[in-house]
């Protein structure tokens, strides 16, 4: 009986340790992606911790702005009202949802509701020399698989070709250090 059961118990651990094994394995893991030429998820670890600069509505999604210490301090300072740049090592984090109107609160205010894409920003003025000293990328959500891929960038030139691909558009905020967002009196 002891036999037995010692083999019930290996047998429910093989087994335990499959499937458990098997859904870590099939779980993506979106800091091994990155940006051929360019950003790697894992270059922004712990970037859901950052403070909110900003958040927006555009294109039918909401996002919300987030900023590591180093850019929250640089728009604490001033810039890029003062005429200075974003220093090296400031980034930004761009999280974009698919709004949901919340039917239960006053005024039915729109929510996220499923994530669509990350954005991210990096001022690096010796990597990112040929685009305003600023590298960017997309990683694009699938809410089915639970999954990151680099984005498609709807501007081009389309992500897959480097870190560059958000410099043609954010030209227009040359004058800004390249940054569209502002940070708002709190």
Known sequence: MTRILSRLMVIIAV????????????????????????????????????QTIAVSYNGGLLAVILGNPAMMDAFKAGVPGNGKPFPDGAKMAKIHWN???????????????????????????????????????EFEYDDASDTFRLGTMTD???????????FACHTAVKKQDYVFTAYPKR
């Open 15 to 50: 087994v335990l340790a499959v499937v458990v094994g098997g859904r870590a394995m099939s779980a993506q893991d979106r800091y091994t992606l990155k940006v051929p030429n360019g950003l790697a998820f894992s270059e922004f670890k712990g970037y859901e911790g950052w």
């Open 99 to 137: 709004p949901k109107k919340n039917e239960s609160a006053p005024g039915q205010p729109l929510q996220p509701n499923t994530l669509h894409d990350i954005d991210f920003m990096v001022k690096d003025s010796k990597r990112f020399a040929d685009s305003g000293g600023w590298g960017y990328g």
């Open 156 to 166: 081009n030139p389309p992500q897959g070709n480097d870190a560059k691909c958000g």
